[in-house]
């Protein structure tokens, strides 16, 4: 099943990679290099929904993933439980924007979402379990 290792590992290298050089190097980067704080708050309120929305479009694809290599369900793993908090945390994501503070629930959402992918990269792949 390398087709599946190749689809996990660039999955995941997109999706938290790409949530991580968001939040943690353009937006920081765009601040130092001088551009005015309601331009970088316009990119951020345009590019984090895209990052959450892909990110949960990933996971899904990890899920499948996972259920079809360990053949039980995901949520006794832990790498199948980070993934499940993932696609809630996306889910609360969009689902908070209405609320009035919806802005800070949704920069914590997507600061779930960064730290637990986090935890997914220092889990070993569902096929390197069953190798062992």
Do not use: K, N
């Not at 290792?5 to 660039?10: G, I, K, P, S, T």
């Not at 353009?26 to 990119?43: H, N, Q």
């Not at 309120?45 to 694809?61: D, E, K, Y």
């Not at 209405?98 to 990269?121: E, H, K």
């Amino acid at each position: 099943m390398r087709s599946g290792r190749v689809a996990w590992q660039l999955a995941q290298t997109l999706w938290v990679g790409g949530v991580w050089m968001l939040h943690f190097v353009l937006l920081p980067a765009l601040e130092r290099f001088g551009l005015a704080p309601l331009l970088i708050d316009e990119i951020a309120s345009f590019m984090r929904p895209v990052m959450v929305g892909f990110a949960a479009v990933c996971v899904l694809l990890q899920c499948l993933l996972a259920w079809m290599v360990l053949r039980r369900p995901v949520w006794r793993d832990l790498r199948g439980q980070m993934l499940l908090l993932v696609l809630v945390a996306a889910a609360a994501f969009f689902l908070v924007a209405a609320l009035p503070r919806g802005d800070y629930w949704q920069l914590f959402s997507y600061l779930v979402v960064a730290f637990a992918g986090l935890v997914l990269i220092l889990q070993p792949r569902p096929d390197e379990e069953l190798a062992r």
